[in-house]
């Protein structure tokens, strides 16, 4: 294996020039903004930053476009990349001011630079838990609560970083400059001009030019390259991507196993991305390592991918059949007999695999009886976070293993009451919950299927509203502001006081006390809106010391809704 180096510059501008490719094993680009911000917060300040695994080949390889555009390649070998696709594209869509294309979208990377950050290190990056499991597109998510952070505590925060995704009330500033368009000249007088720098004798000249030529300096970053042989053959680089990417925990399980399944049955990424991006036009944009595993359990009644090199091509390809079919019949049931629209409303997207699975094993005919008793089975699993509890795999083969071994519904409804104790929703199981439980998301179906609208709009709560005066966000009834220095931030995220509402009613409100705009609401709607979320309106709970009795006053009620919308007839 030889030895090389290449600059950012020089690597980008081999992909812009076709002569960087991608094979078809590689995974997707899945970053977030946020971790290209993070990345370049790293090339700036030199820290290390991995290397690069590169295959020269004359062989003709299945390739796979890069989520940034390329021209065709002129030259008759190629050099693939098989580790820093997501470091590479990155920088390749910030230097070259390029968007992304994510799942049949193109969005742009917008990142800012503060002119003005601190010379030392002020903020320390955040650990997400789930690791790359969690990378998915940014959209999607159940609400969200900009409204109640008040502006100057973001700008607080945000001036203590170097680089921040941008915003519109950021871009506006003066110190706070486009990262693409840095990287589009040499010349900071734009910049300077802008931050109000008239001459060289302003103290801040000579700081911001030098922060700015630093910037520029991420495309002299120097990446060592482990370039590996042309006589390697396609099977043997395979089985070198899947080692390396597994000693390195670099990649996930489902990703080793699509290099597995595509060297075996070559040109098959198309048609996994294919029928991701039929499921996504339907409203679930769901991770292609879920298909994948969805693969497995049709052709082996199991959901881990330990086997899936043993599994022959026809294999293969007649389970990926069944698979689609059965993927098919869960998300229809999980719209229109769960009320599940979306991947966002799902504690975990296993649920969809089991779905399909005893879809398939009934032949899609279900009776009567049976489609209630799957339906209180699916709704209960995803209220309480059957697959988010322990070994998800383990959880998701126990229930695999009932539907091949012949069980019926009722024994899934067992084994989830083992699991729980019980399958009633209680009021103690609401206390100290936030917006990521699982039953946060079952409120939203709950309150949905109750008729609860906006507030001021009177439009039914949806995740799909456009614009973003409706764009549907979880708001906090008694806000987060007049709680702080009374209650713990814990206890003013608890679930029992999140609403949704569109994102114009949630910011008029704001920070006033739900005694100063609820009661007003109340006069002149009536009661009814806030029936259907569970709100107590009696203005003695609405005090701000009778905080906690509210809590428990709209847990015993959410409890009680929960429990209906559960059990009820589809």
């Known amino acids: 294996m030889a030895k090389a180096e290449a600059s950012v510059e020089e690597l980008v501008s081999m992909i812009e020039r076709g002569e960087l490719r991608l094979p078809e094993m590689q995974r997707q680009y899945v970053w977030r903004s946020t971790r290209v911000r993070d990345l370049l917060d790293s090339l ?20 796979q476009s890069f989520a940034v555009s390329q021209s065709n390649n002129p030259y008759q070998s190629t050099r693939l990349l098989l580790d820093g696709q997501q470091r590479l594209t990155s920088l390749s869509a910030v230097i070259r001011g390029e968007p992304v294309s994510v799942r049949g979208r193109r969005r742009p990377i917008d990142l800012l630079f503060n002119l003005e950050h601190p010379d030392q290190l ?18 999607g998510e159940l609400g969200g609560d900009e409204a109640d952070a008040s502006e100057d505590e973001l700008l607080t925060r945000f001036n203590k970083m170097t680089f921040v995704v941008a915003t519109r009330k950021l871009e506006q500033l003066p110190q706070w400059v486009k990262v693409s368009e840095v990287f589009k000249t040499d010349s900071d007088a734009p910049f300077l001009k802008r931050a109000g720098i008239s001459g060289f004798d302003d103290p801040r000249y000579e700081k911001y030019s030098q922060r700015l030529a630093r910037l520029r300096g991420i495309r002299k970053y120097v990446y060592r390259m482990d370039v590996l042989e042309r006589t390697l053959s396609y099977d043997e680089v395979t089985e070198i991507f899947v080692r390396v990417n597994s000693l390195g925990a670099k990649l996930r399980s489902s990703d080793l196993a699509l290099a597995q399944i595509t060297a075996k049955w070559r040109h098959s990424l198309q048609t996994f991305l294919d029928f991701q991006s039929a499921c996504a036009q339907n409203g679930f944009e769901l991770d292609l390592g879920l298909h994948l595993k969805n693969l497995m359990a049709f052709a082996t009644g199991q959901s881990r ?47 969809l695999v089991v779905l399909a699975y005893i879809g398939h094993r009934r032949d899609y005919a279900l009776s009567t009886e049976e489609a209630q008793q799957l339906r209180y089975w699916a709704l209960a699993a995803n209220a309480k976070g059957r697959f988010s509890r322990g070994s998800s795999e383990t959880i998701l083969d126990q229930d695999l293993a009932t539907i091949r071994n012949g069980g019926d519904i009722n024994e899934l409804i067992d084994r989830l009451r083992l699991q729980f104790g019980h399958l009633e929703i209680t009021p103690e199981e609401l206390e100290g919950r936030n917006q990521r439980s699982a039953l946060f998301k079952t409120m939203f179906l709950a309150f949905r299927a109750a008729g609860a609208k906006d507030w001021r709009s ?17 708001h906090h009834i008694f806000p987060k502001a007049l709680l702080r220095g009374s209650y713990t931030p814990r206890e003013a995220d608890d679930i029992a006081n999140l609403a949704f509402i569109g994102g114009k009613t949630n910011r008029a409100i704001s920070d006033k006390a ?37 809590l428990q006053e709209r847990r015993k009620r959410i409890a009680a809704a929960l429990n209906i919308f559960i059990h009820a007839t589809a």
């Open 44 to 63: 700036y300040r030199g820290y290390p930053s991995g290397a690069i695994l590169l295959w020269e080949t004359d062989e003709a390889v299945p390739l």
């Open 122 to 139: 002020a903020v320390v990056t955040e650990v997400d838990e789930n690791g790359d499991d969690a990378e998915v597109d940014e959209e």
């Open 305 to 351: 991918f330990l086997t899936v090199g043993s599994l022959t091509l026809d294999v293969l390809q007649q389970a990926w059949k069944e698979a689609c079919e059965g993927m098919e019949f869960a998300l229809n049931f999980a719209r229109s007999n769960l009320g599940i629209d979306s991947p966002a409303l799902l504690s975990s997207p296993f649920l």
């Open 458 to 474: 009177h439009l039914a709560i949806a995740l799909d509203h456009s614009g973003s005066q409706h764009r549907l966000q979880f």
């Open 514 to 550: 739900p005694v100063t705009y609820l009661l007003p609401l109340v006069a002149q709607h009536g009661a009814a809106p806030f029936a259907a979320q569970c709100i107590p309106v009696e203005e003695e709970l609405l005090a701000l010391d009778h905080y906690k009795a509210f």
